[in-house]
């Protein structure tokens, strides 16, 4: 399981938030095409959820590519690892990336 | 769809049948083997093909919801094989996980095939570095190897073992490549060597640190990368059918052109099914039933009811159904379903319900009872609970028929000529997308009343679009769905053509029974917009919505006395579908009528499988109930509301 205890404080993200000189924001404020890569999960986000994330690859490290997102305010998919999945935009502000140049 | 689904059969003959045979041959097999993977990595594919059994796999993620089990022999000896239900992890909470995780450490297999997607390697690393981690005797089946190939993906396989350390082995199980090898590393390994367990408790690395594993391995085994050359036909549909603006305008117009081809190819050969087995078989069996001197109740119950309302059930319903399924299917192998849900999940979340609950009313419009079953692949509890209670919105293939017939018959000939398919098709498109609002509605409102709470998880996986196998397609939508749907159907309509034949031939007071039902009923169905005929229709044929039709036909003829007594000559024209509107014209049906039976054909009671189906799916009997009442409620408010409206307005 994941050891919370041993991490570093976290910090919690949004949009505003400018860790890393402006490269640091949330998965879902990424724009479309625009790759990024994971630094780490917001404490937001626990248990079931916050394993099952990392279980599908949201892990810091991972680089993920931001695609379409569905209408109506819908889910928006990722590609990650080799796999195309979508979230909601709720769950990827829990995301905290760092954008690739 | 999925009316093959081993959990939806359980109370049928079949389903019960397979599984007795299995039971009887547990105890018979030398080697016990588990068969685990994420996800649609194709996992089902690989136990048809080493089993032989031809059941029916969906490019979608959470197709295998129950754990199915098989056998092959290889070398002499036999082999049991349990293929558990796809999961990410042997670690995470889900229902799922947790069986495959339980049986993993439990029952202790022989041999473990984890089957992992060549195409998305590093993912699928993560569950075999778990496996490895708590078993030996593990062989890794790296499937999709074609798939792989075709996107520029190219794994090496030699160097995949050489860093896992157990058996690796290439497949397109898709194309039966790879299989007997499969069968023959099993059987060396079984022999081989005895299974080494680690301690049931013991922890699992992380899943950060196996990702960095992961990833190490695939920079080790995995070479080239997805070519970008000009443009592939994938990504431009993909395009079409996912963004922004082009998602909901080709969706609906998929399901018209569905529809549209279905109510158009089905309407000649139902004439000619319709001419042969009631035009034709019906006044010929009639003569030797007479020939054989049966008594006239006798040949009544067997001829006029059992016979004419079975051949009325295939007539209906095969042409459509060897049209719709086949399509549909092609939808479902192109990998479009997931997509689906994709593009409704904005809307879903907002009624308060997961995105997957696009994936069980797709499921639903083959089989509600299906559809409650395909509920498991939505993880937490209460949005499970509304997709189970808002399914029947969706319309099952048992009611498409009643919504062609009746678009046909009666909204068809409100236009001019020539445009009256179109109507009939605007008309069936209407109600099918009513039904996606009334399933929002509804679960906006349990959302808010019986099932109050907050969408939890969610997450999506969209597999890549394939290009469909055709043979596979039509091998699997005419035998597995649709042949499978139509026997159930007739099996449910012979109590039921029997159960009608009494009732309007039984007397009491000077009148059949079903004179004084349809009087009961009557004042009712005036303020729905019906009549008694068609509620008492709906009351008889609860155990398939197949036969509300053929129950309405039989109804209005007995009570008109065409075949009362002692079953006297013809039905009525055969082969004409005009002649099925005039007798409805003759019975006092209107406009009015057939537009409220449309709506209170998408608005009542599931099917008693489907309502049986819910009962076993939640254990409770308040949730069955309330599976029933809640499109029942829908439906007096709507129709009652539109014949008002209409008797005001028109």
């Known amino acids: 399981m994941f050891n919370f205890s041993k991490r570093p404080s976290f910090r919690v993200i949004d949009e505003r938030s400018d860790i890393g000189a402006g490269r640091a924001r949330s998965l879902d404020a990424l724009r479309p095409g625009s790759a990024a890569r994971i630094v780490e999960l917001s404490p937001m986000c626990r248990g079931f959820e916050r394993k099952r994330m990392m279980d599908l690859g949201l892990v810091p490290g991972s680089i993920v590519e931001r695609a379409e997102q569905a209408p109506f305010g819908g889910p928006i998919a990722f590609r990650l690892r080799g796999v195309t999945m979508a979230l909601r935009p709720s769950q990827a502000n829990l995301v905290a990336v760092e954008e690739l140049r | 769809m999925s009316s093959h689904d081993p959990a939806a059969c359980d109370n049928c003959s079949l389903g019960k049948a397979l599984r007795q045979r299995m039971a009887a041959n547990e105890g018979r097999c030398d080697y016990l083997v588990a068969l685990m993977g994420n996800p649609n990595t194709g996992k089902s594919t690989v136990f048809n093909r080493l ?7 969906g490019n979608w993620p959470g197709k295998t919801t129950e754990r199915a089990e098989g056998f092959f022999d290889e070398g002499g000896k036999s082999f049991r094989i349990v293929d558990l239900p796809g999961t990410y992890s042997l670690e995470a909470a889900d229902n799922d996980e947790q069986v495959s995780a339980r049986f993993l450490r439990s029952a202790n297999p022989d041999i473990t095939i984890v089957v992992a997607d060549a195409t998305a390697l590093e993912r699928n690393l993560l569950l075999c570095l778990q496996v490895l981690s708590i078993r030996s005797n593990v062989i890794v089946a790296l499937n999709l190897m074609d798939e792989a190939r075709s996107r520029g993906i190219l794994v090496d396989a030699k160097e995949l073992e050489d860093e896992l350390g157990v058996p690796v082995l290439p497949m397109a199980a898709r194309r039966g490549q790879g299989v007997g090898e499969l069968r023959r590393k ?22 950060e640190e196996l990702y960095l594993r992961a990833s190490r391995i695939v920079a080790k085994c995995v070479r080239g990368v997805p070519p970008r050359i000009g443009f592939d036909w994938r990504d431009v549909l993909d395009w079409l059918l996912t963004s922004r603006w082009t998602a909901f305008p080709v969706m609906a117009a998929i399901f018209a052109l569905v529809i549209w081809i279905t109510v158009q190819g089905a309407n000649a050969p139902s004439a000619m099914l319709d001419s042969l087995l009631v035009g034709w ?41 060897a049209i719709f399924f086949p399509m549909f299917t092609l939808l479902e192998d192109l990998g479009y379903l997931p997509r689906v849900a994709f593009n409704m999940d904005g809307l879903f979340s907002r009624a308060g319900a997961h995105g997957k609950q696009a994936l069980t009313m797709a499921m639903g419009y083959g089989c509600n009872a299906a559809g409650v079953v ?9 949005e499970r609970l509304v997709a189970i209670l808002t ?27 020539g445009y009256g398919s179109i109507a009939a098709m605007g008309a069936v498109l209407f109600i099918a997308v009513l039904g996606v609002v009334l399933s929002l509605v509804g679960s906006w409102i349990l959302s808010r009343t019986l099932l109050k709470g907050e969408v939890c998880s969610f997450h999506l996986e969209i597999p890549p679009l394939r290009r469909p196998c055709l043979w596979q397609v039509l091998y699997t939508s005419l035998i597995d769905r649709t042949i499978f749907v139509l026997w159930r159907a007739v099996v449910f309509a012979f109590p039921a053509g029997a159960v009608i034949w009494l009732v309007a031939n039984v007397n009491a007071g ?6 004084w039902m349809v009087e009961g009923l009557s004042p009712l169905g005036w303020v729905l917009g ?44 055969p082969g004409e579908v005009g002649s099925v509107r005039a007798m409805l014209d003759a019975a006092g049906w209107t406009t009015l009528t057939a537009l409220s039976m449309m709506l209170f054909c998408l608005c009542h009671n599931p099917c008693s499988t489907t ?22 409620g829908f439906g007096f408010v709507l129709c009652s509301a539109f014949a008002l409206g209409w008797r005001l307005l028109v």
């Open chain 2, 186 to 207: 099993a059987l060396e390994l079984a022999a081989k060597a005895p299974v080494q367990t680690q301690p049931a408790d013991a922890a699992l690395p992380g899943s």
């Open chain 2, 611 to 632: 309502i049986y189906t819910v009962y076993k799916e939640t254990k409770s009997l308040r949730w069955a109930m309330w599976s029933a009442a809640l499109p029942l």
């Open chain 2, 391 to 417: 399914n029947n919105f969706a319309i099952c293939n048992g009611r498409w028929p009643t919504l062609i017939l009746l678009g046909s018959l009666f909204v068809a000939p409100l236009v001019p000529d």
């Open chain 2, 281 to 321: 078989a019906h006044p010929q069996l009639k003569g030797l039933a007479d020939a054989a001197g049966l008594p006239w109740w006798l040949s009544g119950v067997l001829v006029d009811g059992m016979y004419l309302s079975g051949a009325w059930v295939v007539a209906v319903m095969l042409p459509p159904m």
């Open chain 2, 51 to 57: 089993t032989g059994l031809r059941q029916h796999t």
């Open chain 2, 510 to 515: 000077g009148e059949p029974l079903a004179f």
């Open chain 2, 530 to 573: 019906l009549n008694g005929v068609i509620l008492l229709a709906y009351i008889i044929a609860i155990p398939a919505n197949e036969i509300v039709v053929p129950t309405i036909l039989m109804l209005t003829l007995t009570l008109s006395g065409a075949v009362a007594g002692n079953g006297a000559g013809m039905l009525f024209e």
């Open chain 2, 374 to 382: 395909a509920a498991r692949i939505i993880e937490s509890p209460r």
